[in-house]
Every structure is written in C-alpha cells, then in structure tokens.
C-alpha cells in the first residue's frame, strides 16, 4: 500500500472462494497499515454440489437455495453477486482477490489478472477440474464487465513453493519432470494461514515438525518445519493424498488403465468417476458429507466401510509425514471437517495414539482451541482457517490502492 495522502484511507477488497462443495466470500476493509482478520461481512454458498444449497451469512444462520441445477456454481455465483451489490448500495469495492486452486509452473505469488494470465490458468483446468473453471467464470465476467477492476488471483499451489525436489518429483520417466510434470500441493492459502496463527499462538512450538489436517470437503496434510510445507498429500493434481468428498485420492494407477482398458470406460467417464463420484460419496452412496454419514452410520454397511477408509487414509498418512518429519510435535485440524467434527477427530487421534497422541475428550467435544491432554506426546489443536484474509492481505502488498 502507498502512503499518499491524496487517496481515501481504506480499500474495499472483495474475495472470492470458490471451493468443491461450497462459494466462500468476504469483505474485508483495508486500511494504509493494516488489514483485519475479520472481514466486515462474510458469508458462503454451501452444499453446492448436493440436492440442498444454503445461504449462509456471518451470523445470520442457514436459508436454503434453489440453484439451477445444471448450472450450480453459476448460479451460486449470481447469488452472491446479487447480495453482495445490494449490501455495498453503491459503494465501490477497489479489488477482488480470488482463490485460484492451481498456479502452475509459472505463478507462485498474487497476480493482477489481464487476458493473458487467464489464458495460462484456463490451461491449467485439467489438473483442477473441481475448482479452476468456476473461479475463472467469475473473473472472465468481471475482467469483461469491469475491466478497470483489479482482480488479484492467489494461488493454492503457492505456499508448496518451498517442497524439496525430492517431494515434487513423481516417478515417472525423467522427461516428464524436464517437461515441467511435478507435484504441486494444494490448499496452500490455508497453509499460508496456519503458518502465520500457529507462530503467534503456539511460537516456538510451532516452528518444530507440524502436520495440519485440511479437511474439508477436498482435503489434504501438510508437513511443516519451521513454517515452511516441506511436504504434502496433494500433488500433481487435486485429486492426490486423501479419500475426500467425491475424490478418490491417492489410487494405484493400474486401476485407471484397467477401468479404460477393460471395462472400456472413456477418459472423460473415469475423470468423472475419479472427481465426482468416488470418496465418501462414492463408497456410501448416500452423501459426501459427514454430518450426513455419521448419522446414518449403524446398521449402514456401506457408510461404515465409508467413514472407515476416509479416517484410515488419514491417519496413514499422517504416518508417512511423520516419517519424514523424523517424528511430530503438533497436530492440526482445520477446515469445514477438522474444525466441526469432534468424533471424527477422535476416531484420526485414536488411530495414533502410538505416537503418543492422547486427547481431552471434552475439550475436543466443544472444540477447544487445544485438544490434546497435558500428558499427550503431541500437542493436538484445533485452528479455524481463514484463506480468504491471506487472499485480501496479497492484494494489500501489490500497492495498487
Ligand atoms: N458445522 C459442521 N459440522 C460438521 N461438519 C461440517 C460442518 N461444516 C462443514 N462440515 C463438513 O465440512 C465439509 C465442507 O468443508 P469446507 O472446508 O467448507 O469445504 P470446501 O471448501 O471444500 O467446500 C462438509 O462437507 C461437511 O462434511
Ligand atoms: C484444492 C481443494 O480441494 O480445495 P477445496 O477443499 O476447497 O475443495
Ligand atoms: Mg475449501
């Protein structure tokens, strides 16, 4: 931000979220030196992908929707659009910060977005298929019907940036990797976040071997040493690392070319297998959503063998990341899961209780801020995330205002 005296004293930044299941925004108001966490209004589309969409503003509670349903995330979008114009009556937003999934080999901090950037992240929609079309909706009818609008794209792939070598190759011939093939990660604005919270609560602490647990409905780990993702469970694409929602996660390779080879399905019928019909959903064939599973759990065989694999790849994994940490001195849950599910939780900690993980059942019944008991060799916490106010403080570094 410049220091000019001419120029108003705060800046209405616009983010917008767009994630698997869910349209999260917030308006945060920027001042010369500063920017608080908390924006002045927030609120989220929810359930987007299954039959009942809500409304959900900051402390207003739940509405349902009706969103067409060939065309929810664009209609989600317009009724964001529609709200957020009627709140601002007529005040000006100065930019708008998008979370933007996939960067790619070439965008590693926040862009302002013209014709060409969006050229090079339309590219990348293959490796994000979930996400990547429907924030570059938006920001093509922006860029097309406020073209003097700056329109900032932060990237999930970014915080990754400092992944060893050894952790973004994948093993492939070594062509692919000169070619630009690689692992990613993802969900990196939430990293970000939990990079900068987790000092200020936990300092030194937090600066030793951390996982944070992402997940939500994509979801993934992140392997932390001071501060820094030195690994993570998604990589190439969002479709690595964890079972989630509608994803199946990490997937031996011969069962794609055995599904395409013979049982003769077209690539396009596997992609939509693999992105929207596997994981929780896929198992159960009831829901991807938790909530819903857990409560339909007794005397559902398939519901259970559901939450049994989602919960078993989680804590493998978070096996494999010890093992590179060398060992593990905290464990976070953030996100739409890790935040709000507390039997969920115990049933991940549990399952590690070898490490020495040992819980306060009824601080993590109410969601405290710190889960583990004293005794626990590992300190467990609970962190709300808020990628949206990383998105908005890239936007404040960029001096546009
Ligand atoms: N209050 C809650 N209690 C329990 N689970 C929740 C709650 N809110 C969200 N979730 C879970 O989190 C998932 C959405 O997580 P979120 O991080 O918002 O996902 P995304 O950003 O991928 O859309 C839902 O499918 C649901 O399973
Ligand atoms: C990358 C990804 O899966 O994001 P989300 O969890 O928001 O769907
Ligand atoms: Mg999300």
Redesign the pocket.
């Known amino acids: 931000m410049t220091d000019q005296s001419t120029q108003s004293t705060t800046a209405l930044i616009m983010v917008l979220n767009c ?3 869910s349209i999260k925004f917030a308006l945060f108001e920027a001042s010369q030196t500063s920017l608080p966490r908390k924006p002045v209004w927030s609120g989220k589309v929810d359930g987007i992908t299954g039959t009942n969409p809500t409304w959900d503003e900051t402390g207003a509670g739940t509405c349902a929707l009706t969103l067409d349903p060939q065309l929810p995330y664009h209609a989600a979008l317009g009724e964001i659009r529609t709200r957020v114009t009627a709140r601002l009556a007529g005040r000006k937003i100065d930019a708008i910060a998008h979370r933007v ?1 996939h960067g790619g080999n070439k965008y590693f901090a926040p862009t302002r977005i013209n014709a060409d950037v969006l050229a090079d992240l339309k590219n990348l929609i293959p490796l ?1 298929p ?2 990547q079309p429907f924030a570059l909706e938006a920001i093509a009818a922006l860029l097309e019907s406020q073209p003097e609008l700056p329109q900032i794209a932060c990237f ?1 792939t970014a915080f990754h940036h400092t992944l060893p070598i050894v952790e973004q190759m994948l093993p492939l011939p070594w062509e692919n990797w000169e070619q630009g093939m690689r692992r990613y990660g ?2 990196g604005l939430s990293y970000n976040y939990m990079s900068v919270v987790l000092a200020e609560r936990y300092g030194e602490l937090a600066r030793g071997r951390t996982i944070v647990a992402h997940i ?4 993934s780990l992140c392997a932390m040493q001071n501060l820094q993702s030195v690994a993570t469970t ?1 990589g190439f694409s ?1 479709l690595d690392g964890l079972m ?1 929602g509608t994803r199946c996660g990490t997937l031996d390779p011969g069962a794609v070319l055995y599904l395409m080879e013979i049982r003769k399905l077209s690539l396009e019928q596997v992609g939509h297998m693999l992105y929207h019909e596997s994981g929780l959903l896929g198992i159960s064939g009831v829901s991807a959503d938790t909530r819903i599973l857990l409560q339909q759990e007794a005397g559902n065989a398939r519901v259970q063998a559901a939450l049994q694999l989602y919960v078993r790849r989680i804590v493998r994994e978070i096996g494999a990341l010890t093992a590179v940490l060398g060992g593990l001195d905290m464990l976070v849950f953030t ?1 739409g899961v890790g935040e709000h599910n507390a039997e969920l939780r115990q049933r991940i900690c549990t399952a590690l209780g070898y490490l020495g993980i040992r819980l306060e059942s009824a601080d993590n019944e109410r969601h405290a801020a710190v889960i583990s008991s004293d005794d626990s060799g590992v300190k467990v916490v609970v962190e709300p995330t808020n990628e949206e106010w990383i998105a908005a403080l890239g936007v404040t570094k960029m001096e546009l205002f």
Do not use: I, Q, T
């Open positions: 994630g698997s299941s999934v994000a979930l996400h999930d993802f969900h939500g409905s994509g979801a998604m969002a989630m996100a």
